[in-house]
């Protein structure tokens, strides 16, 4: 084998949801680079106005397209529309997600149904919608971001982690499923990762004084730092390429050692 080659994504069309900014935005900045043909989507104009012009900054011709991955109708077209334009979508990032900090005694039953749909249901619809192209081409790799969560549990994210522990178990149900068909399906966990959607966890003080959970953070990571979206970049490409053919069912969890580590001692 060609080691360099089989990192080439050459010739395949990537679809990365969620991909305005973030994490989303960085992986599909990596796949670029290794070669893929980028499509993402987003809920707003106003998001994807702005992330046409981060991507076109960055000298990168993507594609862009406004769609609500809970809702199925607006999923199926929008794979049409990109299989159209681009072709049939080879690489699959579920990667569009939310989370809400409630204490579960405190969450509304929609406000738990809105994460579960948006973090696991969305994975489903979205994965169901490629995996006929990936059939009839005869290779496919599908991507689910999962989480920290996906393995533990903290205050507040109840719906979060029920959502990515779910998300884990489709990610290995779709492994085993499709696997005969040569579509590979992995995760991977990022750790806690410097972006919008963990800002209010890192937020300075009215004191000025650092925040808890960032200190907390800190302490839990023996890289002794939050990761930053680029810390995504190398495992996404290798996920989505050749040289992780027989890589199937793995949740690779690039959070700089949180997992493994039982936390500075005070
Ligand atoms: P983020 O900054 O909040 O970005 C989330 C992205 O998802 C945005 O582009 C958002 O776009 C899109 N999105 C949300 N709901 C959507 C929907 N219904 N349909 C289409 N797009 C939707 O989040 P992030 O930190 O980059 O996280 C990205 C993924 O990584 C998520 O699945 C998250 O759970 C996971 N993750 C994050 C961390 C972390 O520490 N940051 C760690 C582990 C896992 P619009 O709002 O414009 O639609
Ligand atoms: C939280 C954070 C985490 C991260 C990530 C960790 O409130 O605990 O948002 O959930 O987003 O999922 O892997």
Redesign the pocket.
């Given at each position: 084998m060609n080691i360099q080659k089989s990192f080439s994504l050459e010739g395949k069309v990537a679809l990365v949801?969620?991909?305005?900014?973030?994490?989303?935005?960085a992986m599909a900045e990596a796949l670029a680079q290794a070669g893929a043909q980028i499509a993402f989507?987003?809920?707003?104009q106003?998001?994807?106005d702005k992330?046409l012009a981060a991507y076109a900054e960055k000298g990168m011709d993507v594609k862009g397209y406004i769609?609500?991955?809970?809702?199925e109708a607006q999923v199926t077209q929008m794979v049409a529309e990109i299989e159209k334009e681009l072709g049939v979508i080879d690489i699959l990032v579920?990667?569009?997600?939310?989370?809400k900090r409630i204490p579960m005694h405190e969450m509304s039953a929609a406000e738990f149904r809105q994460v579960v749909?948006?973090?696991l249901n969305?994975p489903f619809i979205v994965s169901k919608a490629v995996i006929p192209g990936m059939i009839k081409k005869g290779h496919g790799k599908i991507i689910n971001?999962?989480?920290?969560?996906s393995e533990l549990g903290r205050e507040t994210v109840s719906a979060?982690a029920a959502a990515?522990g779910g998300l884990k178990m489709l990610t290995r149900n779709i492994a085993s499923e499709y696997g005969q068909y040569n579509i590979q399906c992995n995760g991977?966990?990022?750790?806690?990762?410097?972006?919008?959607?963990?800002a209010p966890l890192r937020e300075v003080q009215p004191d000025g004084s650092q925040h808890p959970f960032d200190k907390f953070i800190i302490g839990k990571t023996p890289a002794a730092r939050?990761?930053n979206?680029e810390d995504l970049m190398g495992p996404v490409v290798f996920l989505a390429s050749e040289a992780s053919d027989f890589v199937n069912g793995h949740i690779l969890y690039v959070d700089g050692g949180i997992l493994a580590y039982i936390g500075k001692q005070p």
């Open positions: 949801t969620g991909a305005a900014y973030g994490i989303g935005f989507n987003c809920r707003g106003e998001h994807m992330a769609c609500d991955v809970t809702d579920n990667n569009a997600g939310i989370i749909d948006i973090d969305a971001i999962c989480s920290m969560m979060y990515k991977i966990g990022p750790g806690y990762i410097a972006t919008p959607q963990t939050w990761g979206p």
